[in-house]
């Protein structure tokens, strides 16, 4: 696997502003790869400007290939005159689930080159990963799923609830340890337990394919999307490296998203694979386009591969 972000080209001052109006812009015509950019630009995601992020990045796009945005309700209708459909900042798809499903099935049915590919194993396919992760022994928030599991979780001074197929916290809530054994594990869906973390900080991992790109955190974690740089260590890198490679995704962007536990340790909260948010507000312009060309390069092998 890649060990660090693939750089840009670079003059005597870095990656060019991407928002010089010096830069090329790319015209339509035969051989221009076509886009359809799925994005739900009026969603107010708390803490959190979907529309600010996909305005930007889907025009940065436009260099190299021919871009139109859609709404998620409506990709499943327009696809089929494109090359590639890139599912971005598109909402919860809980709000929408009837038409993601006939979106995913036709796309599966119809071999539509989806970006992040429809193959996922983790949020895109609900949270239920995180019980297989606890068993297997890796570094997550111990999670169960079943009442007769409960006593695999840790004494905790509380236990946080979430629906299996839940997104954005909708759904989430805190009881007791008392209130484990009443709870009904098949509502909503399913729900998953875990113990409740006083962690430190969460910070969060940016994948493109199976190479780093960058590292944010909220120091404070009454701030969740404040977010601001951070610099992992190997050991850093190695915990986020284990979950990208056991979801075996050949492409499209991860998050990686752990908190730092008491005791030093990093534990994985979620491995978000469907839409991550990026908050690329939160990078300096160089590191934004870095992030660009990766993500540019990334599609164009996606369709080379004809998969």
Request: net charge negative.
């Amino acid at each position: 696997m890649a060990s660090s972000r693939p750089s840009g080209p670079s003059g005597p001052s870095g990656p060019s502003d991407p928002s010089d109006p010096s830069r090329p812009r790319s015209r339509s015509g035969p051989g221009v790869p076509r886009l359809l950019y799925v994005t739900d630009l009026a969603y107010e995601a708390r803490g959190r400007r979907y529309c600010d992020e996909d305005i930007q990045l889907s025009a940065r796009l436009r260099e190299d290939f021919d871009v139109a945005l859609c709404h998620p309700l409506d990709a499943a209708a327009l696809m089929d005159g494109f090359d590639l459909v890139v599912v971005r900042n598109s909402g919860p798809v809980i709000h929408y689930q009837e038409a993601y499903d006939a979106f995913r099935s036709r796309a599966l049915r119809d071999g539509v080159r989806v970006y992040n590919p429809l193959t996922g194993r983790a949020d895109m396919a609900g949270k239920r990963y995180l019980v297989e992760l606890t068993g297997a022994g890796l570094p997550v928030i111990p999670t169960v799923d079943r009442p007769e599991d409960l006593d695999r979780l840790p004494e905790a001074a509380a236990y946080v609830i979430k629906p299996e197929f839940g997104a954005d916290s909708i759904g989430l809530r805190t009881v007791g340890r008392a209130d484990l054994a009443r709870l009904d594990f098949r509502e909503h869906g399913g729900l998953l337990a875990q113990p409740r973390i006083d962690f430190r900080y969460e910070v969060s991992f940016y994948f493109v394919d199976d190479a780093f790109q960058y590292a944010l955190y909220a120091p404070r974690p009454e701030r969740r999307w404040h977010l601001e740089p951070y610099v992992p260590t190997a050991e850093d890198l190695d915990f986020a490296r284990r979950f990208i490679a056991w979801n075996t995704l050949s492409h499209g962007i991860q998050r990686v998203d752990a908190c730092r536990a008491p005791d030093g340790r990093l534990l994985l909260v979620e491995l978000e694979d469907l839409n991550p948010y990026l908050s690329l507000e939160a990078l300096g312009a160089r590191e934004r386009e870095a992030f660009a060309e990766s993500l540019t390069a990334s599609l164009r092998r996606f369709l080379a591969a004809g998969t």
